[in-house]
C-alpha cells in the first residue's frame, strides 16, 4: 500500500501520542469535567494502558470491545489496546446486550472494556445475564464513568502497571512494532438495515485519510474542539479526538449532546472546531439561551449525513459565528471519508454537495448495468482508493458482493457529479420508492422541502397506496413559532417540485427518531405509519 507523510511520520494511532508529546508538551491535550491532560500527561497514560492490556493477554490481532460513552478512558483504552496490538470493536452505546454479544461473537473480541454505568446501562452485567458463555466475558475491564474527577481507587490502566514483565520499555517496544496495514479496528456498521458487519480498517488508512481532512479543514494547535458524535463512529473518534492528537488541538469529548450544556462548554472552554449532523446545530441555534453565552470563538465546522439546506449554512455562520462550514460524504466501508468541500465553497456548494474527492480516491457514478453515466445524471456511487477497506471480518461473500474485482467499493448510495466535480448525494437505493413507475428518492424530496421557510426538519418515506403503489409521507418538526398545516405543505410542494416527489401524507412531529449516530431511524417512522 502506497503511504503518505502523515502514516509515515506517525505510524500507528498510539504513535500519534508519542509524536504529539514530544511536539506540543505540556500544552493541553484533553478536557473532561475535572480532568486536564497535557500531551505529556496522555502519553504517559497511554504507556500505563498498554503495559496492562499485555498484562490482561491482549496481543497483536486480538479483538476487544469498547463500550462507553465519549470520555477520557475511552480514548486510553483505544490507545492501550492498540498498543499492546490489539484491535478496537466499538460498540454502540446504545445497543441492548443481545446486540452487543452478536458484534462480540461475530468479531471473536477475547475482551471487553464497558462503562461500568452509562444512561442506566451495565453492559458487562448486562451480557453475564443475557449471554453467560459469551467467550469476550473471560476479560473484562470496567470503565468508570465520564466527568473527569479521580476516584480513591487506582485507574484500571495501573492495575497492572507495576508488573515486572511489561515494564515501559517493553510497552514502547509494543507500539514500535505497529506498521500502517496493521489492522487497528474493526468498526461495526449501524445495522439499520439487518446484521451489523465489521469493516476491517488499518492505522495507515486512517492517518492518511483525517491527517489530510484536519489539515484541510485548518486545525491547528490553538484550535479546542468539542466532540459531540459518539466515539463508536468514525465521526467522533477519526474526525474527532484523533484527528485533533494529530495537530495539538485540545479534545473536549461530550458524552451526552444536550444543547444548553454544550453553549456553555463553548463559552468557557472558548471551543472552536465543531464537527456533526445538521440537528446538533438546529438545537444550538434554537435554544432559548444561546445569546447568554460568547460563541465567538468558534470557527470551523463540517455537517453532513443528511440533507444541510443553506439557510442552516448562513445562520451557522451568522447566528453561531463560524467562520468555515464544509460538508462531506462518506461511508465506514471507505473510512468515512469520500468527498468533502474544501474551504472557499459557495454556501450553495456546501448546501447543495458534498464536495469533491479526497485526493487519491476515486469516484464513479455507474447505471444498473455498471456503466458510467455522464455528469448530471443519477446512478450508483461506486469508489476506489486507498481508504475503502480491505473487506468485511470473516465474510468473504459480503466482502465480494460490495467490492468488485477493480477495486470499486459498491456503496448502495445512488447520486451524480457536476461539472465541477462535485458529488451530490440523491438517496439509499433501498430506501427509493416508485410512484405511478417514477423513482422517487427520500433524500432529494427531504431537501427540496427544507425550502420551505417553516420546517426545521423533515424525514420522507414510501408508503403503501392503492392507485400508485407507493407515494410519500413527510415526517415534519416545525421551526419553533412556526404555523403550518398539511393542506398547506402540499400546495407549496407542488408549485416546487413535480408531482410524483410531493409527499401525500405529513406527519407532524416533536422530534425525528435517531440512532446515537444521528441517523433518522427510518423504520421507526414506517412502523409508526398510520395510513
Given at each position: 500500500?502506497?503511504?503518505?507523510?502523515?502514516?509515515?511520520?506517525?505510524?500507528?494511532?498510539?504513535?500519534?501520542?508519542?509524536?504529539?508529546?514530544?511536539?506540543?508538551?505540556?500544552?493541553?491535550?484533553?478536557?473532561?469535567?475535572?480532568?486536564?491532560?497535557?500531551?505529556?500527561e496522555l502519553e504517559a497514560r497511554m504507556i500505563q494502558a498498554v503495559r496492562s492490556a499485555l498484562a490482561l493477554g491482549i496481543g497483536p490481532g486480538d479483538r476487544v470491545g469498547l463500550c462507553a460513552p465519549n470520555s477520557a478512558e475511552w480514548i486510553v483504552a483505544a490507545l492501550g489496546i492498540q498498543?499492546?496490538?490489539?484491535?478496537?470493536?466499538?460498540?454502540?452505546?446504545?445497543?441492548?446486550?443481545?446486540?452487543?454479544?452478536?458484534?462480540?461473537?461475530?468479531?471473536?473480541?477475547?475482551?471487553?472494556?464497558?462503562?461500568?454505568?452509562?444512561?442506566?446501562?451495565?453492559?458487562?452485567?448486562?451480557?453475564?445475564?443475557?449471554?453467560?458463555?459469551?467467550?469476550?466475558?473471560?476479560?473484562?475491564?470496567?470503565?468508570?464513568?465520564?466527568?473527569?474527577?479521580?476516584?480513591?481507587?487506582?485507574?484500571?490502566?495501573?492495575?497492572?502497571?507495576?508488573?515486572?514483565?511489561?515494564?515501559?520499555?517493553?510497552?514502547?517496544?509494543?507500539?514500535?512494532?505497529?506498521?500502517?496495514?496493521?489492522?487497528?479496528?474493526?468498526?461495526?456498521?449501524?445495522?439499520?438495515?439487518?446484521?451489523?458487519?465489521?469493516?476491517?480498517?488499518?492505522?495507515?488508512?486512517?492517518l492518511r485519510a483525517y491527517g489530510w481532512m484536519s489539515a484541510e479543514y485548518t486545525f491547528t494547535a490553538s484550535d479546542t474542539f468539542l466532540v459531540i458524535p459518539p466515539f463508536f463512529h468514525c465521526f467522533g473518534y477519526k474526525a474527532g479526538w484523533l484527528a485533533s492528537l494529530m495537530h495539538g488541538?485540545?479534545?473536549?469529548?461530550?458524552?451526552?449532546?444536550?444543547?444548553?450544556?454544550?453553549?456553555?462548554?463553548?463559552?468557557?472552554?472558548?471551543?472552536?472546531?465543531?464537527?456533526?449532523?445538521?440537528?446538533?446545530?438546529?438545537?444550538?441555534?434554537?435554544?432559548?439561551?444561546?445569546?447568554?453565552?460568547?460563541?465567538?470563538?468558534?470557527?470551523?465546522?463540517?455537517?453532513?449525513?443528511?440533507?444541510?439546506?443553506?439557510?442552516?449554512?448562513?445562520?451557522?455562520?451568522?447566528?453561531?459565528?463560524?467562520?468555515?462550514?464544509?460538508?462531506?460524504?462518506?461511508?465506514?466501508?471507505?473510512?468515512?471519508?469520500?468527498?468533502?468541500?474544501?474551504?472557499?465553497?459557495?454556501?450553495?456548494?456546501?448546501?447543495?454537495?458534498?464536495?469533491?474527492?479526497?485526493?487519491?480516491?476515486?469516484?464513479?457514478?455507474?447505471?444498473?448495468?455498471?456503466?458510467?453515466?455522464?455528469?448530471?445524471?443519477?446512478?450508483?456511487?461506486?469508489?476506489?482508493?486507498?481508504?475503502?477497506?480491505?473487506?468485511?471480518?470473516?465474510?468473504?461473500?459480503?466482502?465480494?458482493?460490495?467490492?468488485?474485482?477493480?477495486?470499486?467499493?459498491?456503496?448502495?448510495?445512488?447520486?451524480?457529479?457536476?461539472?465541477?466535480?462535485?458529488?451530490?448525494?440523491?438517496?439509499?437505493?433501498?430506501?427509493?420508492?416508485?410512484?405511478?413507475?417514477?423513482?422517487?428518492?427520500?433524500?432529494?424530496?427531504?431537501?427540496?422541502?427544507?425550502?420551505?421557510?417553516?420546517?426545521?426538519?423533515?424525514?420522507?418515506?414510501?408508503?403503501?397506496?392503492?392507485?400508485?403503489?407507493?407515494?410519500?409521507?413527510?415526517?415534519?418538526?416545525?421551526?419553533?413559532?412556526?404555523?403550518?398545516?398539511?393542506?398547506?405543505?402540499?400546495?407549496?410542494?407542488?408549485?416546487?417540485?413535480?408531482?410524483?416527489?410531493?409527499?401525500?401524507?405529513?406527519?407532524?412531529?416533536?422530534?425525528?427518531?435517531?440512532?446515537?449516530?444521528?441517523?433518522?431511524?427510518?423504520?421507526?417512522?414506517?412502523?409508526?405509519?398510520?395510513?
Amino acid at each position: 500500500m502506497r503511504h503518505d507523510r502523515h502514516d509515515q511520520l506517525f505510524r500507528s494511532i498510539p504513535n500519534v501520542v508519542r509524536v504529539a508529546a514530544r511536539r506540543f508538551g505540556d500544552a493541553p491535550a484533553l478536557v473532561d469535567g475535572e480532568l486536564r491532560l497535557s500531551f505529556r500527561e496522555l502519553e504517559a497514560r497511554m504507556i500505563q494502558a498498554v503495559r496492562s492490556a499485555l498484562a490482561l493477554g491482549i496481543g497483536p490481532g486480538d479483538r476487544v470491545g469498547l463500550c462507553a460513552p465519549n470520555s477520557a478512558e475511552w480514548i486510553v483504552a483505544a490507545l492501550g489496546i492498540q498498543g499492546a496490538g490489539g484491535v478496537v470493536v466499538p460498540l454502540n452505546t446504545r445497543f441492548k446486550a443481545r446486540e452487543i454479544s452478536y458484534i462480540l461473537r461475530r468479531s471473536g473480541a477475547k475482551a471487553l472494556f464497558a462503562a461500568a454505568s452509562f444512561l442506566g446501562t451495565d453492559y458487562i452485567a448486562d451480557l453475564r445475564r443475557t449471554d453467560p458463555d459469551l467467550p469476550a466475558l473471560r476479560t473484562t475491564v470496567s470503565l468508570p464513568a465520564p466527568g473527569g474527577h479521580e476516584d480513591a481507587h487506582p485507574p484500571w490502566y495501573e492495575l497492572f502497571s507495576t508488573s515486572s514483565a511489561f515494564t515501559e520499555s517493553f510497552a514502547r517496544t509494543s507500539i514500535d512494532r505497529l506498521t500502517p496495514d496493521d489492522v487497528s479496528d474493526v468498526m461495526f456498521t449501524s445495522g439499520t438495515t439487518g446484521h451489523p458487519k465489521g469493516v476491517v480498517l488499518t492505522h495507515g488508512q486512517t492517518l492518511r485519510a483525517y491527517g489530510w481532512m484536519s489539515a484541510e479543514y485548518t486545525f491547528t494547535a490553538s484550535d479546542t474542539f468539542l466532540v459531540i458524535p459518539p466515539f463508536f463512529h468514525c465521526f467522533g473518534y477519526k474526525a474527532g479526538w484523533l484527528a485533533s492528537l494529530m495537530h495539538g488541538v485540545t479534545v473536549v469529548p461530550m458524552a451526552v449532546f444536550d444543547a444548553g450544556r454544550a453553549l456553555r462548554m463553548i463559552h468557557e472552554e472558548r471551543v472552536s472546531i465543531v464537527l456533526g449532523p445538521p440537528t446538533i446545530f438546529h438545537d444550538l441555534l434554537n435554544h432559548p439561551d444561546r445569546s447568554a453565552y460568547d460563541l465567538s470563538s468558534l470557527r470551523v465546522s463540517m455537517t453532513g449525513g443528511t440533507t444541510v439546506p443553506e439557510s442552516l449554512i448562513r445562520a451557522m455562520k451568522k447566528d453561531l459565528s463560524f467562520d468555515i462550514v464544509l460538508s462531506a460524504y462518506g461511508l465506514t466501508e471507505a473510512s468515512a471519508l469520500v468527498t468533502t468541500g474544501r474551504v472557499g465553497d459557495t454556501e450553495e456548494t456546501v448546501a447543495r454537495t458534498t464536495g469533491r474527492p479526497i485526493p487519491d480516491v476515486e469516484v464513479r457514478i455507474a447505471d444498473d448495468a455498471g456503466r458510467e453515466v455522464p455528469p448530471g445524471r443519477d446512478g450508483e456511487i461506486l469508489v476506489r482508493g486507498y481508504t475503502v477497506t480491505r473487506g468485511y471480518w470473516d465474510d468473504p461473500e459480503a466482502t465480494a458482493a460490495a467490492i468488485d474485482t477493480d477495486g470499486w467499493l459498491h456503496t448502495g448510495d445512488v447520486g451524480h457529479v457536476d461539472a465541477d466535480g462535485n458529488l451530490a448525494i440523491v438517496d439509499r437505493k433501498k430506501e427509493m420508492y416508485i410512484v405511478g413507475g417514477f423513482n422517487a428518492y427520500p433524500a432529494e424530496i427531504e431537501k427540496l422541502l427544507l425550502g420551505h421557510a417553516a420546517l426545521a426538519e423533515v424525514a420522507v418515506i414510501g408508503v403503501p397506496d392503492e392507485r400508485l403503489g407507493e407515494v410519500g409521507c413527510a415526517f415534519v418538526v416545525p421551526r419553533p413559532g412556526a404555523s403550518v398545516t398539511e393542506e398547506d405543505l402540499i400546495a407549496w410542494a407542488r408549485e416546487h417540485m413535480a408531482n410524483f416527489k410531493v409527499p401525500r401524507h405529513v406527519r407532524f412531529v416533536d422530534r425525528l427518531p435517531r440512532n446515537a449516530s444521528q441517523k433518522v431511524l427510518k423504520h421507526e417512522l414506517r412502523a409508526g405509519y398510520g395510513g
